[in-house]
């Protein structure tokens, strides 16, 4: 029976008795990240990273929560557990799973570049890796953070001279917070959604130290936000809420708009490739660090990317679940 099974209620480790983000609750959940793909409430406890804890909270409310710090060892039923960095988002982890000598990695969702906020993502060595694909095609290939950072404060301002408000459409726990750093560095004051604002002071109360904000507030008038920025779901841009900042442009923050097609079918002004996940070289790269004899392909191209580390001698599988791609969302539902 292999370590980790692929259950109805997500990936089950029977040995230590535990869900690795389970999509139903369940009596003990170790959880990845605090997207609401991975992190679903109703679990009798639930084990993370200390730097989720505070996502979690704002998210899923009260539980009993377990936390770590990366590296640090937790045993369940003779099972040894850490979890290490995935760089994905604040607290995101992959989680390391040894049993009588085998040893499984779940990756959760990674990127490989350090952002500087999300912890540098650290390859593991191991028999099975389980792996993401939601960039899982040779055409996603990122540039570097630095360079799409001043494609966007280019914009931005450029915006700004135009007496436009530039209004940037981002995941609420993660991507927002990159572009906090990247906007301050324009000198323009930043305007926050409350979805995002929300998941801001959380942080901020959890002991972070973020670029200063304001929340977006509906009796601010229209001149309020002339030379300012706005970050907002992408939901926001469908909606009435849109109107305050008129004249404004929109940019959307996704990997995906590495396809140009994308940001004309997204009514966008800009789009931006800026994205939480592994391009198609890191995740070859990953792969190849982790020196596992087994790769279990989940969310995203798991049909292509499987087949294609196959037909390149390394045994693969496509495994299907309920996590999704929240870089999917460009019409994203608030927090």
Same mark, same amino acid.
């Given at each position: 029976?292999?370590?980790?099974?692929?259950?109805?209620?997500?990936?089950?480790?029977?040995?230590?008795?535990?869900?690795?983000?389970?999509?139903?609750?369940?009596?003990?959940?170790?959880?990845?990240?605090?997207? /609401?793909?991975?992190?679903?409430?109703?679990?009798?406890?639930?084990?993370?990273?200390?730097?989720? &804890?505070?996502?979690?909270?704002?998210?899923?409310?009260?539980?009993?929560?377990?936390?770590?710090?990366?590296?640090?060892?937790?045993?369940?039923?003779?099972?040894?557990? /850490?979890?290490?960095?995935?760089?994905?988002?604040?607290?995101?982890?992959?989680?390391?799973?040894?049993?009588?000598?085998?040893?499984?990695?779940?990756?959760?969702?990674?990127?490989?570049?350090?952002?500087?906020?999300?912890?540098?993502?650290?390859?593991?060595?191991?028999?099975?890796?389980?792996?993401?694909?939601?960039?899982?095609?040779?055409?996603?290939?990122? #540039?570097? &953070?630095?360079?799409?950072?001043?494609?966007?404060?280019?914009?931005?301002?450029?915006?700004?001279?135009?007496?436009?408000?530039?209004?940037?459409?981002?995941?609420?726990?993660?991507?927002?917070?990159?572009?906090?750093?990247?906007?301050?560095?324009?000198?323009?004051?930043?305007?926050?959604?409350?979805?995002?604002?929300?998941?801001?002071?959380?942080?901020?109360?959890?002991?972070? &130290? *973020?670029?200063?904000?304001?929340?977006?507030?509906?009796?601010?008038?229209?001149?309020?936000?002339?030379?300012?920025?706005?970050?907002?779901?992408?939901?926001?841009?469908?909606?009435?809420?849109?109107?305050?900042?008129?004249?404004?442009?929109?940019?959307?923050?996704?990997?995906?708009?590495?396809?140009?097609?994308?940001?004309?079918?997204?009514?966008?002004?800009?789009?931006?490739?800026?994205?939480?996940?592994?391009?198609?070289?890191?995740?070859?790269?990953?792969?190849?660090?982790?020196?596992?004899?087994?790769?279990?392909?989940?969310?995203?191209?798991?049909?292509?990317?499987?087949?294609?580390?196959?037909?390149?001698?390394?045994?693969?599988?496509?495994? #299907?679940?309920?996590?999704?791609?929240?870089?999917?969302?460009? *019409?994203?539902?608030?927090?």
């Amino acid at each position: 029976m292999p370590l980790i099974e692929f259950t109805s209620q997500g990936l089950y480790c029977r040995a230590g008795g535990f869900y690795i983000d389970p999509w139903r609750p369940v009596d003990r959940a170790v959880i990845t990240h605090a997207h /609401s793909d991975h992190a679903r409430a109703g679990s009798n406890a639930y084990l993370c990273h200390h730097n989720t &804890q505070p996502l979690l909270q704002l998210r899923l409310g009260p539980h009993h929560y377990q936390t770590v710090e990366w590296n640090e060892p937790v045993m369940m039923n003779g099972v040894r557990i /850490s979890l290490h960095p995935a760089g994905h988002i604040i607290g995101s982890s992959q989680v390391r799973i040894e049993y009588l000598g085998e040893t499984w990695v779940v990756s959760g969702d990674y990127k490989c570049e350090d952002d500087g906020l999300s912890g540098r993502f650290e390859p593991i060595r191991c028999d099975t890796f389980i792996t993401e694909s939601t960039f899982g095609l040779p055409i996603y290939r990122w #540039k570097p &953070q630095q360079e799409i950072y001043k494609d966007i404060q280019d914009w931005v301002l450029q915006q700004s001279k135009d007496d436009k408000v530039p209004v940037l459409t981002a995941y609420s726990i993660g991507k927002a917070q990159r572009l906090l750093g990247c906007l301050q560095q324009t000198g323009l004051p930043v305007f926050l959604h409350g979805a995002i604002y929300n998941v801001h002071m959380a942080l901020v109360n959890a002991g972070w &130290q *973020l670029p200063p904000v304001q929340r977006v507030d509906p009796a601010m008038p229209n001149k309020t936000f002339k030379g300012g920025v706005v970050i907002a779901p992408g939901s926001a841009t469908a909606s009435p809420w849109m109107k305050r900042f008129a004249p404004y442009a929109v940019g959307i923050c996704s990997g995906w708009m590495q396809v140009r097609g994308h940001v004309r079918r997204s009514n966008a002004d800009a789009g931006f490739a800026l994205s939480d996940h592994a391009d198609w070289n890191a995740l070859l790269q990953t792969i190849k660090d982790t020196g596992a004899q087994k790769v279990y392909v989940t969310h995203g191209f798991q049909a292509a990317f499987s087949r294609w580390l196959n037909e390149q001698g390394i045994e693969a599988a496509e495994v #299907k679940t309920e996590f999704g791609d929240d870089e999917e969302k460009v *019409l994203e539902e608030a927090i």
